[in-house]
């Protein structure tokens, strides 16, 4: 198989993960907004696509796991299951590792390549924002299933920056993002497909929220710093003002079987 090139690099999401980062929102005004319950249901909703009985204990291993927010959370919604995680970065590796310490979660993380690592096999697989960031997506969903036992399920998400408004946005006030995502694959259907490639049965696609503006990886001068205020106002606005997923979806999932 021919290994996937990545849009990316451990050099650039190390240098993400340590520098400052800006001021977000606070806690409970994030925890008061649509879209944090929207995504905390999908991610439920996620977490129990395995079928088991509502209480099982799951095995569940998170691909690009830095900084570690995501496997905090996903560990807020259902403590009882088993949580491991696999980066290539080292410093966010570092990140999570302290993240997770400091909120007493006993997760198992991994330094590693997704594509090359050799790890235990679990009952689910998961990954939020990580296939975009390769040319070849259902090489990577096909390395998700690698580490799955029979039976047991893939589960990833995809932002959407595909709708004509956002790019445009994206190409005056944040080109690095446009070039390290992987728009081809942010529609059901091209998600459907990578996963159907990548030998996963059962396959599901959905969307999920309201139209969001990235804003983590804007120019670093005064438009990168006015789009940034911009993206946030508009983010918080939709999420009180706009329909769920107009004029675009925020998320695209998938999940399928690794039917052994």
Request: glycine share 8%; hydrophobic share 40%; net charge positive.
């Amino acid at each position: 198989m021919t290994k996937s090139t990545e849009l990316t690099s451990t050099e650039s999401w190390d240098q993400l993960w340590t520098q400052p980062q800006p001021s977000r929102m606070t806690g409970q005004v994030k925890q008061r907004l649509r879209a944090t319950r929207t995504w905390h249901q999908l991610l439920s909703d996620l977490l129990d696509s395995t079928g088991r009985a509502p209480g099982q204990p799951v095995d569940v291993l998170e691909l690009g796991c830095a900084p570690g927010s995501m496997l905090m959370l996903l560990h807020q919604l259902r403590p009882n299951h088993t949580y491991h995680g696999i980066d290539f970065a080292p410093e966010g590796l570092k990140t999570a590792r302290r993240l997770l310490a400091a909120g007493g979660i006993p997760a198992t993380l991994h330094l590693g390549d997704v594509r090359t690592a050799e790890l235990p096999p679990v009952d689910l697989v998961v990954s939020f924002g990580l296939v975009e960031h390769f040319d070849d997506p259902a090489e990577i969903v096909t390395h998700h299933r690698r580490f799955l036992r029979p039976g047991g399920v893939v589960a990833v998400t995809v932002p959407n920056y595909s709708h004509p408004a956002l790019v445009a946005l994206l190409r005056r006030f944040s080109p690095d993002t446009l070039a390290t995502h992987n728009l081809r694959v942010m529609s059901e259907e091209s998600l459907r497909a990578a996963c159907a490639t990548a030998g996963l049965v059962d396959i599901r696609t959905g969307v999920s929220g309201g139209p969001t503006m990235p804003n983590s990886r804007v120019r670093r001068d005064l438009s990168g710093t006015s789009y940034r205020l911009a993206a946030r106002t508009w983010n918080v606005c939709s999420d009180l003002l706009l329909p769920q997923g107009w004029p675009w979806p925020a998320t695209i999932w998938a999940t399928g079987v690794h039917a052994g």
